[in-house]
Nanobody, 122 residues
């Protein structure tokens, strides 16, 4: 089992920045990648960004490329999502997830955090 705890969400204005954190514990040695997904009301949960834990390769959705940066800290077993130039369309619950294979699909991820709300006002 892998436990994931997100933090860092909040209410910001358009153009502001936020940094989300996700602390992992448990059997993290089996993790291939860590990712962030988001879900707005009445929408499907969508991929935001992912990082391959060992290699550091990163992947981004087109909608956040150039604005969001995912990174990881091995020593702290933590993954971060730096979000810049936020806009109201970024409003959603953001979920951290751990995958044993793949990076793009929800089905690749075996463990999920509880989510943290990000609200961007115009």
């Amino acid at each position: 089992q892998v436990q994931l705890v997100e933090s860092g969400g909040g209410l910001v204005q358009a153009g502001d920045s936020l940094r989300l954190s996700c602390a992992a514990s448990g059997r993290t040695f089996s993790t291939y990648a860590m990712g962030w997904f988001r879900q707005a009301p009445r929408t499907e949960r969508e991929f935001v960004a992912a990082v391959v834990w060992a290699a550091g390769w990163t992947y981004y959705a087109d909608s956040v490329k150039g604005r969001f940066t995912i990174s990881r800290d091995h020593a702290k077993n933590t993954v971060y999502l730096q979000m810049n130039s936020l806009n109201p369309e970024d409003t959603a619950v953001y979920y951290c997830a751990a995958a044993s294979r793949g990076v793009w699909a929800k089905e690749d991820y075996d463990y999920w955090g509880q989510g943290t709300q990000v609200t961007v006002s115009s």
